[in-house]
């Protein structure tokens, strides 16, 4: 089992050397891209399903430090998460950098195997190389377009991750010396109590690990690199890389430090406190702004930080709703990227005002956009409902003024959710005006097919509607029929 592992890390990191060393023939390097997808996500999945306890140690640094891999129970759910969710926008990516250079493809990969070394990091310092080199290959994503923008972008996402990365590097260098270990140990390993200087370091390292995802007051890279990558590098930013931030924070509270020790604290409310700010405020810029790859942005801004809410809690049942909601966002949210990545490359549409009557012409994929939209708000049968359940029973099981005031934030949110989705399906098949909309889309909208009236349907590559497919059915699905994902989580958070 122990190949498998490794075989994780370092078939895709091979393969993404490989493809971006191979002649630029775009029909080629899709072959070899999609093969490498494939065989990495396999050993991934195969290692969350039977790698259960299997450790690797790759470099002892001293005698209580090393750069070694473990599987545990969230090593399992994250590489699980990545392996099914990255090779799905990678597929789709095939549709969408058709026409574009295939240079994508190289990073794409090496990110994979780093994130799944990421995921199986057996302690603090394994955790912070590969989160570190996460951020590194990703930024190259951002930047792919190379326009002043994609590159201002890139550099932004760039601080602001080397920055809260070396916050919680700080924090490392402090629970070297009051843990037993900086290996991750359900419940902690922490010698002695909690308090002091302890606590400021460990609300440090949470902010450091919530700026990957997007939590108030470091949030602000999210809107800017979303609306300047390309559409599949968006939906990994959003649906899997902001999740390693909180994969992040998940094992210094309740693997290093311990939940027990930092329930009741200023650092437990404070970190409440931003998470709900985050939530609301997320929302409430995702309703006034146009353009639709940043209101998804600012739409994750908000999503991401219900999980850190969730979490904040204290909870098993709280933590059990921010593991699904870690699943069902990831999903969702891809999907909807996915949604504005095929109105960009089929119709050249950048901005909600325009989208007025396109449902006629991308019936599908608006279709499926309106279905994971319900899910994202919370209405069943979705996967959404399920998760924003337990994360609000959570909170109410604390008995403390949260356990009031983060559902109803919580509920608010969603009804503003709605306000920011719901019209864009509402204005893309029902026109307010049809003539109006038919010459304002025959003015402002280039065609892929040349020569198509301005009503017909655009054709849309299966390489970019079958995942977005795939990924609706799993969001229904999982909120039909959610007991196996529940007793995956749970087992997580019984451990703990």
């Not at 090779?87 to 574009?100: D, K, N, Q, R, V």
């Amino acid at each position: 089992m122990a190949v498998w592992m490794l075989l994780s890390v370092i078939l895709p990191i091979a393969g993404g050397v490989m493809v971006a060393a191979l002649p630029e023939v775009r029909k080629i390097k899709k072959v070899w891209t999609g093969a490498f997808l494939c065989a990495g996500a396999a050993c991934m999945l195969w290692t969350a399903w039977k790698g259960a306890g299997v450790e690797i140690t790759l470099w002892r640094m001293t005698d209580t430090i090393s750069i070694a891999l473990s599987v545990d129970g969230l090593s399992r759910f994250f590489l699980a998460l990545v392996a099914v969710m990255w090779t799905l926008t990678g597929f789709y990516a095939f549709g969408y950098m058709e026409h574009e250079e295939s240079r994508f493809y190289g990073f794409y990969l090496i990110s994979m195997g780093v994130l799944s070394g990421l995921c199986m990091a057996k302690n603090l310092v394994t955790f912070y190389l590969f989160y570190e080199a996460m951020t590194l290959m990703t930024v190259p994503l951002v930047m792919h377009d190379r326009t002043k923008e994609a590159i201002a972008a890139g550099i932004k996402y760039l601080v602001y991750s080397v920055f809260g990365a070396s916050a919680a590097l700080f924090g490392i260098f402090y629970l070297n010396g009051v843990c037993d270990t900086l290996n991750f140990v359900p419940g902690g390993s922490l010698s002695g109590e909690a308090g002091g200087a302890l606590l400021w370091v460990v609300m440090i390292m949470i902010l450091g690990f919530g700026t990957k995802a997007g939590m108030f007051p470091l949030h602000a890279w999210l809107p800017t690199a979303h609306p300047v990558a390309p559409a599949p590098a968006s939906a990994v930013l959003s649906g899997v890389i902001t999740k390693m931030g909180v994969l992040g924070v998940t094992r210094v509270v309740f693997y290093c430090v311990g939940a027990d020790n930092i329930r009741g604290t200023w650092v437990q409310t404070a970190w409440m406190v931003l998470a709900l700010i985050t939530v609301f405020m997320g929302s409430m810029l995702a309703l006034g702004e146009d353009v639709f790859k940043k209101r998804l942005a600012y739409s994750s801004v908000s999503q991401v930080s219900y999980i850190l809410f969730a979490l904040s809690t204290l909870t098993a049942t709280g933590f059990e709703g921010a593991m699904l909601h870690v699943v069902f966002h990831s999903a969702i949210k891809i999907t909807l990227f996915m949604t504005a990545g095929v109105v960009i490359h089929t119709l050249g549409i950048t901005k909600v005002s325009e989208m007025e009557g396109i449902g006629k012409r991308i019936p599908l994929v608006m279709g499926l956009y309106t279905i994971v939209s319900l899910g994202l708000i919370g209405i069943p049968p979705t996967g959404g409902v399920v998760s924003e359940w337990y994360m609000a029973t959570g909170a109410m099981e604390m008995g403390t003024a949260g356990s009031f005031i983060g559902p109803a934030v919580l509920l608010l949110s969603a009804i503003l959710t709605a306000a920011y989705l719901l019209p864009v399906a509402i204005r893309a098949f029902f026109n307010r005006n049809e003539q109006r909309g038919h010459e304002d889309l025959s003015a402002t909208i280039e065609v892929a097919d040349e020569g198509k009236a301005c009503g017909e349907r655009v054709r849309v590559s299966a390489w970019m509607w079958v995942p977005m497919a795939a990924l609706t059915a799993f969001v229904l699905f999982g909120g039909m029929f959610p007991q196996k994902i529940f007793a995956f989580v749970s087992a997580i958070a019984a451990a703990l």
